[in-house]
């Protein structure tokens, strides 16, 4: 009764101001694209997608979901509107994890298993060129200035800078022990990156590639091993940075600036990747053992809600 | 006899009642140290690190302490309820009760007086309780702690009412530590107030259906759902039949020429 009354019209009120933005998230095991309605919480479909679909990117145009179907060995494009396949891009073997350009007209896929980055010119649906990298390429990303194309290398424990024109390394940075996510702060000048076995996150200057700060957690009641970061995301105003914990069940909040902790929110089990809403008011976790996903208002820095979503959840990405 | 006298019979049980709560610091305090050791210590104990199941009206994982809130909102007000019985047999034993009877009001509005003077005093111990809680970021949405207030009083009237129909069958002021060992740990124990009802049900089916059917649990449940803004009915409806089956009973209990009081007149 109190809820009809008074609550529900608040929530609805919300749901105007808000943009209805479209959260989709990528189902390993059941081979299917959860479709989430983040505003209302609510689970809208599930959609058939391919085998065993992982890393997901949408277009900067916000007209194609690329999302790599690992088991298929290729990347499908999905017309964000209606879900339906539009092309393949030929990834090369079980694509895992992989990066956009700003301009959205090239793609860069970790070859885990042969220790490659492929490089797909999208419009020509070609690969353009297969860079050597170290052993079990993972985190990948590209800077926003389109300068530099990050690859990590999880065995090699290094992170190797490819120049995103000539598409050669330039250098490498030796880091902690596996690293697995990256990510470039708005204005390129910082890139932060997750060392999954040492429970670390390191900040790495990009003038000089040599890391200048280096991050631990702690997590009450949680052993130490259990603290195992992977998604990294660094809001446009490089305010706060949001780590996935992993097993620790835990999103940590730190501040970009000064590089403290602030928080460690609560989130579903085995929290993998994240991502932002358009606005940067929420912050989107899949969590991969628990089935589901959950919704962080930054505002408050709460978790006000996880969803279920379906078997192993991995990637997301979204749709304003 | 009109609204006046009923005004100033209630204001009379009343007042005196939060008098005494606000004078005896002591009794403030000692009511609000043992839910304050179950969360710092014995919630603390069981962590839960890595949350706890998504169970309604929770919509995200959430820590021991967070659980057990509500459920040591209930503990404050069954303890409040049962000393308020303590405190009629005291009354009773003392001769003070004589006078209260004695009134010319009906004694169906005296006890209720004495109810409600009773859940006055333990909804200011639980608004208290939750707000140490909040500095130990344990916190409800602001709207959930207006909606607490009819919650916390309907719970107290009925734990209240449980103490009163208590009150009439004990005898003695000794014969209250049975009421403790029979009553209070047995509900309190038996109940969601410490574990969801799934985890009951892993250990054993009887424990869960005991605490399902336990009033308690269902005043624990009306307080949690309320302090999230949601509205439980089930546990409404049940917590509202028993207030009014105990307070029946009770009023009969307490009435000399058909209740408990004859046999108490006897001894």
Known sequence: MFKNNIITPLLLALTVTAHAETVFVTLEKDNALAVVDPIAGKLIKTVSIGQRPRGIAISPDNKFLYVATSDDNTIKIIAADTLKEVGKLPSGEDPETFALNPAGDMLYVSNEDDSLVTVIDIAKQKVIKQIKVGVEPEGITVSPDNRWLISASETTNMLHWIDAKTNAIVENTLVDPRPRAVSFTADSQQLWMTSEMAGTLMVIDVKTKQPIKTVSFNVTGVTADKIQPVGVVIDKERQRAYIALGPANRVAVVNAQTYEVENVLLVGSRVWNLAFSPDEKRLYTTNGVSNDMSIVDLESQTVTKSVGVGSYPWGVAVKP | ?267
């Open chain 2, 1 to 267: 006899m009109n609204i006046i006298h009923f005004w100033r019979a209630l204001w009379g049980i009343v007042g005196r009642e939060l008098w005494r709560f606000v004078t005896q610091r002591e009794r403030f305090i000692s009511a609000l140290v043992r839910p304050l050791v179950w969360l710092f210590v014995f919630a603390a104990g069981f962590r839960a690190a890595l949350g706890l199941a998504i169970a309604p009206p929770y919509e995200t994982y959430i820590l021991y302490e967070v659980y057990i809130t509500p459920g040591l909102c209930g503990m404050i007000q069954l303890f409040n309820g049962m000393q308020s019985s303590l405190s009629m047999v005291y009354d009773r034993e003392m001769g003070s009760m004589r006078i209260l009877l004695v009134c010319p009001l009906p004694r169906w509005f005296l006890l209720l007086s004495k109810l409600l003077a009773g859940t006055g005093v333990s909804v200011l111990q639980v608004y208290v309780f939750l707000a140490i809680a909040w500095f130990y970021d344990i916190q409800a949405p602001w709207q959930g702690y207006l909606w607490l207030l009819p919650a916390l009083i309907l719970s107290g009237l009925m734990l209240g009412a449980l103490g009163l129909l208590l009150s009439s069958f004990i005898k003695q002021l000794e014969n209250f530590a049975g009421v403790m060992n029979f009553v209070i740990f047995p509900m309190f124990f038996m109940s969601t107030a410490l574990y969801p009802l799934w985890k009951l049900k892993e250990s054993s089916v009887l424990l869960h259906n005991l605490a399902q059917y336990n009033p308690f649990s269902q005043a624990v449940e009306l307080v949690r759902f309320a302090l999230y803004g949601q509205f439980n009915q089930y546990a409404f409806i049940y917590t509202l039949t028993a207030f009014v089956i105990f307070m029946t009973v009770a009023v009969i209990g307490y009435n000399p020429s058909r209740g408990m009081m004859i046999k108490k007149v006897g001894t």
